[in-house]
């Protein structure tokens, strides 16, 4: 009787079996079919690994680029902040810049030489909402969904907020009546964020970048770049102040 042995790895090859037969009916054995997939496993275990490295070479290519973009946007943000060292100038710009690189709407507030929390600038993508968010700052003292309470807080505690999104319910517990309400409803902000303005680790104002695309919410990204804005924004403020201090100086003297 001859027997055939057969070693099959079950992790390469494509195996398949049925019964034989002997004249007489009974079962004799089995026959077991084997297809060597060896080499079609190795090209597969390849494309895989060729597809890994394309993903890795992609998410490096798009972070050099969005890094790149970065780097132009801050070089194009110093090139405007050049423009004046006037206080209230300088900061229009930069929440004009922060609205057409960042979010829909921007609001700066900083301290007054006194020591009073002032808003001093502010701006919005879709220019028929400026009323709707001026109305805000002026009747409730907020720049959007930052009262000037969380603003006080914000510059206490030195430390950005990030609000990936924005619920009707946060709305309502930011309002302080229903007309407030309906006023912040129609800027749609889906997610915010509050940076502090610093400069040398003392806390001049807050930033406040609010987005109403539902689809794009802020990240860490988003806040890092904030962040660098509202550090340039801050020596911007101490520059302005140092020109104001000089200026004062030479009108006593003149």
């Not at 054995?29 to 090209?43: A, L, N, S, W």
């Amino acid at each position: 009787r001859r027997h055939t042995r057969f070693k099959c790895d079950w992790s390469s090859d494509v195996c398949s079996s049925d019964l034989w037969y002997d004249g007489t009916g009974a079962i004799g054995g089995i026959v077991i079919f084997g297809e060597d997939i060896t080499e079609r496993k190795q090209m597969e275990a390849a494309a895989r690994a060729s597809e890994g490295r394309w993903i890795r070479e992609e998410a490096a290519r798009v972070q050099a680029e969005a890094e790149a973009h970065r780097a132009e946007f801050y070089a194009d943000l110093s090139t405007e902040l050049a423009q004046s060292l006037d206080l209230q100038p300088t900061l229009q710009t930069i929440a004009s810049m922060v609205v057409s690189e960042l979010g829909d709407y921007c609001t700066i507030t900083a301290l007054e030489a006194d020591g009073e929390l002032a808003r001093v600038a502010l701006d919005c993508r879709d220019l028929s909402m400026k009323p709707v968010l001026r109305e805000i700052a002026d009747r409730y003292e907020m720049s959007g969904l930052s009262s000037r309470q969380l603003v006080q807080e914000i510059m206490q505690e030195g430390a950005a907020r990030l609000i990936p999104e924005v619920t009707e319910a946060l709305l309502r517990s930011v309002s302080i009546d229903d007309a407030h309400f309906q006023l912040v409803r129609r800027l749609g902000i889906r997610s915010t964020m509050l940076v502090p303005i610093s400069n040398q680790r003392i806390v001049l104002g807050v930033m406040a970048v609010h987005r109403s695309s539902p689809d794009h919410s802020f990240d860490s990204a988003d806040l890092s770049l904030a962040q660098g804005i509202a550090d340039r924004a801050g020596q911007s403020i101490v520059n302005a102040r140092l020109l104001q201090a000089t200026r004062a100086a030479e009108a006593r003297f003149a």
